[in-house]
């Protein structure tokens, strides 16, 4: 009985040396555990220290204790391992629905006095970027995040529209802009409502990002949409809170409405109705105006050029600048050179005052052919007022001077410039003939040379 009481009491104190220690160890020194590590049997409390502290002691006896310690009480390492997608599996992932909906916030529109419009208003729209890192007003960036258009009709708003290419990711999926949308007009003008919205570019090789799905409040840097009198005002700004770093602004521009519409569309068709008349009308004058013109079509006008023709002007020296006397002279100088063209067999001299006239039907070149100067032009002179009269005026004309249209979207300025060039082929001796055919040749290029001179 006394040996069962002394090995029961051994078994007590040896508990509490034990818990004691466990708890005192947090003073000791590593050298202190080091050294009861290399004894042969260290006791456990003093191992489990050492691993704890997670030190290096010297000697083999105490790098092994603290080995078979941690590989006894150390849990298993968990690895990591890239997951690759297939292209289609990607594609499923994409086409997973959003947890939240822009449809979530209907029941909110109850909490605004929404605007009701009667007809329609149809507007483009643009957002971009408000950056709030180094100014607390932010700066708006250049490019556009989203861009579409934007119709009013009764309390629908449809958007129509789509986030940039350069955006990447998710936002190639047009659902969530044109789907994912849930926007009304207020009756003040603002725009309210949830909507998916991307903050970030994403790269090929980055993650995709899903949307933030916001809500567009009014705003007090917003200018409102006047669609009351959208024609007097079309346009609008909505500022939009997204978050600290950044945020986003709406233009909505060029609004306009069903009415406005309908006077468009009717001017086009009738427009283009007359458009297709005059070409009817004029066609036999358009093929004999290309015996001079080149003829090609530019939106709703067909622009004529001098290009039948083949002369290029050789400058001698740099154009000597003289008073300009006319709002639409764009250059104004002598010229000294010569004119190379194959319609003849030898080059004809140039040297002269000519001028460059442009508004917005043509631009012409005009050539002096007064009677005490410039006598290169001596064969045309006698046969200027004769040609004007024929013919009627052209832009820049006057009796001491000759118009060559060098290009032009007036169809009656074209005829009038084929006009002369019949008369000077049919009604004047070879000279002046050759010396009119030989400047019209070769007034783009002279025009060309005195615009490439006018800052020398």
């Known amino acids: 009985m006394t040996i069962i009481k002394i090995l029961t009491s051994f078994l007590i104190l040896s508990c509490i040396i034990g818990n004691v220690n466990a708890g005192y160890l947090d003073d000791w020194p590593d050298e202190a555990l080091c050294g009861w590590l290399n004894s042969a049997s260290p006791p456990e409390y003093i191992i489990e220290e050492a691993s704890k502290r997670g030190i290096s002691c010297p000697g083999e006896v105490a790098s092994k204790h603290l080995i078979e310690n941690v590989q006894t009480s150390s849990p298993p390492s968990i690895e990591i391992y890239d997951i690759i997608f297939s292209d289609e599996i990607l594609q499923e992932l994409l086409e997973i629905s959003p947890e939240e909906k822009a449809s979530d916030f209907t029941r909110n529109f109850k909490n605004y006095r929404l605007a009701f419009i009667q007809d329609e208003i149809i507007c483009g729209f643009n957002l ?36 940039s290419k350069s955006m ?31 903050t ?12 933030l799905f916001i809500e567009l ?105 003289s008073k300009k006397l006319h709002d639409d002279e764009l250059h104004k100088a002598h010229i000294n050179g010569i004119i190379n063209t194959s319609l003849l067999d030898q080059s004809i001299g140039l040297k002269t005052l000519v001028s460059m006239r442009e508004n917005d039907d043509q631009l012409t070149l005009v050539v002096s052919v007064a009677e005490d100067e410039d006598v290169q032009m001596d064969p045309l002179k006698e046969f200027a007022k004769p040609a004007i009269e024929y013919c009627g005026k052209l832009p820049g004309f006057w009796w001491d001077k000759l118009s060559f249209v060098v290009s032009t ?48």
């Open 200 to 211: 970030h570019t994403i790269s090929s090789d980055e993650a995709p990002r899903r949307p």
């Open 128 to 163: 971009k970027r408000v950056v709030y890192e180094n100014k607390a007003e932010g700066e708006i960036e250049s490019w556009d995040m989203a861009y579409g258009s934007i119709t009013f009709r009764g309390l629908l708003t449809d958007f129509k529209g789509a986030w």
């Open 168 to 198: 990447g990711g998710l936002s190639s999926d047009s659902r969530y802009f044109n789907d994912e949308i849930n926007i009304k007009l207020t009756k003040d003008g603002h725009l309210v409502g949830k909507m998916a919205y991307f």
């Open 409 to 456: 979207t007036d169809i009656e300025i074209a005829k009038t410039q084929k006009c002369y060039f019949d008369f000077f082929n049919n009604k004047t001796n070879s000279e002046a003939k050759n010396l009119y055919r030989t400047i019209l040749s070769a007034s783009a290029s002279i025009s060309s040379y005195l615009k490439s001179n006018v800052d020398r």
């Open 217 to 321: 409040r009014k705003h007090p840097k917003t200018k409102p949409l006047n669609y009351k009198n959208i024609n007097l005002d079309n346009s609008a700004e909505f500022w939009i809170d997204v978050e600290d770093w950044a945020g986003g602004i709406m233009y909505v521009f060029n609004c306009k409405d069903n009415e406005e519409l309908q006077k468009n569309k009717s001017a086009k068709e009738k427009a283009e109705k007359l458009y297709k008349d005059s070409l009817a009308k004029n066609k036999m004058e358009l093929k004999l105006i290309g015996k001079i013109y080149e003829s090609k079509v530019a939106g709703p006008d067909i622009v004529f050029s001098v290009n039948y023709l083949d002369g290029d002007f050789e400058a001698k020296s740099t154009p000597k600048d």
